[in-house]
């Protein structure tokens, strides 16, 4: 048996996991009534994106950054401030801030991927809390610290896109179809070279791959993702503040990346699903939930290092065969 | 000079410090074109050093490196490899998560042509690449009997089998020069025996080689040429027969 017959003539089990969520995530509103589960649910859609932005980062480059939600909130405060301050339309607001992160992200990259390990990571959490503190003291634009109000809804051809059934529709739409662009990507030309970055850089520099070229570009892929869950999170919520993109929601980021295995595509969304429905089921106070998620996160890396739904998985495997 | 044009490679007064650790001196010398050659040295001599100033992975602090007569001062390792330039290393180079023929397709990367958006939508350029480069490299895996294990997780194979997957890597490119860093080691005798009538083989069909050996015997019954490296030194090079007459090269290799 060829490999190209094997890896191309079955295309329905590529495209089955897609067909699975969403027709369960187009029947979720019929099942779910309750507008705040409703809501639940979008968020996890709109962390599940800015995950897979950071999966890449993380899985196939090894750069963890804890700086994620200073993108996420970028996306969220350009996209506000320009819609309330300067009346943009909602759609050219999220096009320029999307621009404008892209940007930021592009100067940010060279410097920031120059560090490797513990450096990197202190330097990704020391941008996020320099957004928070701007956040905080640019009161004329931002709000300060009681937020930025009356950002305007999204609407499309006279359908309010940002009420909660639309707006959940919406996110789990995009969530999927970046999924099929990033796992066409992977399984191609430049995802064979992106898979072969954490390896340090002999190999792939040695087989032609412009590493630096393919980190930035990881780099800036990574903070568009977040960037776009932000805008959507702005515009749906009509109201932002700082509390929702500072360092805890970095680390939320990089635990749900970790539970859900790096690399692994599906793992973000069942890491952000795993960990948003977590405090629902645990009726938790918010303010013990850093603590839960640094535990958590403590408790992947030193017991299944590649991640808790791949090894539930294999759980279920060796439970399967043990009864077959 | 003339020398100079018909040579593939020619390293020109070559010096590479590490801080105060000089690791090659004033290295001149001219590969030829379609020969076999090996580099061979004590330990420390600077021979993976000197595979690494060709590819680029080092840069020298003065002298040049030309392939087929253009400077290579200032290209950077990737680019080389666009320009014929391949590689094995010395602890086999293979990405672990990723099968056997997914490895080998990362030896074809500089000869696809379809740009990141296009393989992003799937377009039927990015498919046709795609089918191309899995029938080309299950024809490479086929010439070096790996193709039954094209969808093994590398962490399967053996080191033989690494070490032919990784060859077959670097010639999957069809490049002008490969750089082979001990391809027998760790090899059993029968393994090493194979090995030299592949590469025998690649030297057949043209391809020029420079190989880093400790294995004598095998450098000095298969190669056409030897470069002994010493102390960062040429200290001399020739055809088998001769290096191994040399008296500088016995001295060094036995010690004074």
């Given at each position: 048996?060829?490999?190209?017959?094997?890896?191309?003539?079955?295309?329905?089990?590529?495209?089955?996991?897609?067909?699975?969520?969403?027709?369960?995530?187009?029947?979720?509103?019929?099942?779910?009534?309750?507008?705040?589960?409703?809501?639940?649910?979008?968020?996890?859609?709109l962390f599940?994106l800015a995950v897979t932005g950071l999966n890449l980062l993380i899985g196939m480059a090894g750069q963890v950054s804890l700086g994620q939600a200073a993108f996420f909130g970028l996306g969220a405060y350009a996209?506000?401030?320009?819609?309330?301050?300067?009346?943009?339309?909602?759609?050219?607001?999220?096009?320029?801030a999307l621009?404008l992160t892209g940007l930021v992200a592009l100067v940010l990259a060279a410097p920031t991927l120059k560090l490797e390990g513990h450096n990197l990571v202190m330097a990704t959490l020391g941008l996020n809390m320099i957004f928070t503190i701007v956040c905080i003291q640019?009161?004329?634009?931002t709000?300060?610290?009681?937020?930025?109000?009356?950002?305007?809804?999204?609407?499309?051809?006279?359908?309010?896109?940002?009420?909660?059934?639309?707006?959940?529709?919406?996110?789990?739409?995009?969530?999927?179809?970046?999924?099929?662009?990033?796992?066409?990507?992977?399984?191609?030309?430049?995802?064979?070279?992106?898979?072969?970055?954490?390896?340090?850089?002999?190999?792939?520099?040695?087989?032609?791959?412009?590493?630096?070229?393919?980190k930035i570009a990881l780099f800036v892929a990574a903070a568009l993702l977040a960037a776009l869950a932000g805008c959507?999170y702005?515009?749906?919520?009509?109201?932002i503040?700082p509390h929702s993109f500072d360092m805890f929601v970095s680390l939320q980021l990089v635990t749900m990346t970790a539970?859900?295995?790096l690399?692994?595509?599906?793992?973000g969304?069942?890491g952000a699903?795993?960990?948003?429905?977590?405090?629902?089921?645990?009726?938790?106070?918010?303010?013990?939930?850093p603590?839960?998620h640094g535990?958590?996160l403590?408790?992947?890396?030193?017991?299944?290092?590649?991640?808790?739904?791949?090894?539930?998985?294999?759980?279920?495997?060796?439970?399967?065969?043990?009864?077959? | 000079?003339?020398?100079?044009?018909?040579?593939?490679?020619?390293?020109?007064?070559?010096?590479?410090?590490?801080?105060?650790?000089?690791?090659?001196?004033?290295?001149?010398?001219?590969?030829?074109?379609?020969?076999?050659?090996?580099?061979?040295?004590?330990?420390?001599?600077?021979?993976?050093?000197?595979?690494?100033?060709?590819?680029?992975?080092?840069?020298?602090?003065?002298?040049?490196?030309?392939?087929?007569?253009?400077?290579?001062?200032?290209?950077?390792?990737?680019?080389?490899?666009?320009?014929?330039?391949?590689?094995?290393?010395?602890?086999?180079?293979?990405?672990?998560?990723?099968?056997?023929?997914?490895?080998?397709?990362?030896?074809?990367?500089?000869?696809?042509?379809?740009?990141?958006?296009?393989?992003?939508?799937?377009?039927?350029?990015?498919?046709?690449?795609?089918?191309?480069?899995?029938?080309?490299?299950?024809?490479?895996?086929?010439?070096?009997?790996?193709?039954?294990?094209?969808?093994?997780?590398?962490?399967?194979?053996?080191?033989?089998?690494?070490?032919?997957?990784?060859?077959?890597?670097?010639?999957?490119?069809?490049?002008?020069?490969?750089?082979?860093?001990?391809?027998?080691?760790?090899?059993?005798?029968?393994?090493?025996?194979?090995?030299?009538?592949?590469?025998?083989?690649?030297?057949?069909?043209?391809?020029?080689?420079?190989?880093?050996?400790?294995?004598?015997?095998?450098?000095?019954?298969?190669?056409?040429?030897?470069?002994?490296?010493?102390?960062?030194?040429?200290?001399?090079?020739?055809?088998?027969?001769?290096?191994?007459?040399?008296?500088?090269?016995?001295?060094?290799?036995?010690?004074?």
């Amino acid at each position: 048996m060829s490999a190209g017959r094997t890896a191309a003539a079955r295309p329905w089990r590529r495209l089955l996991p897609y067909a699975i969520l969403a027709t369960a995530a187009a029947l979720t509103p019929f099942a779910v009534t309750d507008t705040y589960l409703l809501s639940l649910g979008s968020l996890i859609g709109l962390f599940a994106l800015a995950v897979t932005g950071l999966n890449l980062l993380i899985g196939m480059a090894g750069q963890v950054s804890l700086g994620q939600a200073a993108f996420f909130g970028l996306g969220a405060y350009a996209s506000g401030i320009l819609t309330v301050h300067h009346g943009l339309p909602v759609g050219l607001a999220i096009a320029a801030a999307l621009t404008l992160t892209g940007l930021v992200a592009l100067v940010l990259a060279a410097p920031t991927l120059k560090l490797e390990g513990h450096n990197l990571v202190m330097a990704t959490l020391g941008l996020n809390m320099i957004f928070t503190i701007v956040c905080i003291q640019w009161e004329s634009m931002t709000g300060g610290s009681s937020g930025l109000f009356g950002i305007p809804a999204m609407s499309l051809a006279g359908v309010n896109l940002s009420s909660d059934r639309n707006f959940f529709y919406l996110v789990w739409g995009v969530l999927l179809a970046v999924l099929w662009l990033c796992s066409n990507l992977l399984r191609t030309r430049p995802g064979r070279a992106l898979r072969s970055l954490h390896q340090g850089d002999l190999l792939p520099v040695s087989l032609g791959i412009p590493v630096v070229q393919y980190k930035i570009a990881l780099f800036v892929a990574a903070a568009l993702l977040a960037a776009l869950a932000g805008c959507l999170y702005a515009h749906y919520l009509q109201f932002i503040s700082p509390h929702s993109f500072d360092m805890f929601v970095s680390l939320q980021l990089v635990t749900m990346t970790a539970v859900g295995g790096l690399g692994n595509l599906w793992g973000g969304v069942f890491g952000a699903a795993f960990l948003l429905l977590l405090p629902e089921w645990l009726h938790a106070v918010p303010d013990v939930m850093p603590l839960l998620h640094g535990l958590i996160l403590m408790i992947v890396l030193m017991f299944c290092p590649r991640g808790l739904l791949p090894a539930l998985k294999n759980m279920a495997r060796k439970i399967w065969r043990g009864h077959g | 000079m003339a020398e100079a044009a018909s040579s593939l490679l020619v390293l020109r007064d070559v010096c590479l410090r590490f801080g105060g650790l000089q690791a090659l001196m004033d290295i001149s010398l001219h590969v030829p074109a379609g020969l076999w050659s090996a580099l061979i040295g004590p330990n420390g001599a600077g021979k993976t050093s000197m595979l690494n100033v060709i590819c680029g992975l080092y840069a020298p602090q003065a002298g040049d490196v030309l392939l087929e007569g253009r400077s290579l001062y200032g290209v950077p390792a990737y680019e080389r490899a666009v320009l014929g330039l391949a590689r094995t290393f010395q602890t086999v180079q293979l990405v672990q998560e990723m099968n056997v023929l997914d490895n080998l397709l990362l030896g074809l990367h500089t000869q696809g042509r379809v740009g990141v958006f296009g393989h992003l939508l799937r377009s039927s350029a990015s498919r046709r690449e795609e089918r191309k480069m899995q029938e080309k490299g299950l024809e490479l895996l086929a010439r070096f009997s790996l193709e039954t294990l094209w969808s093994r997780p590398v962490l399967e194979l053996s080191l033989w089998q690494r070490k032919l997957l990784e060859l077959s890597r670097a010639v999957a490119g069809d490049p002008k020069l490969l750089l082979l860093d001990e391809p027998m080691g760790g090899l059993t005798m029968a393994e090493r025996e194979s090995m030299a009538l592949l590469l025998q083989d690649l030297r057949g069909q043209g391809m020029s080689m420079i190989m880093v050996e400790h294995d004598m015997d095998m450098v000095m019954a298969h190669t056409d040429h030897v470069l002994v490296l010493h102390h960062g030194r040429l200290l001399a090079q020739g055809p088998p027969r001769e290096i191994q007459a040399d008296p500088q090269v016995i001295s060094a290799y036995l010690g004074e």
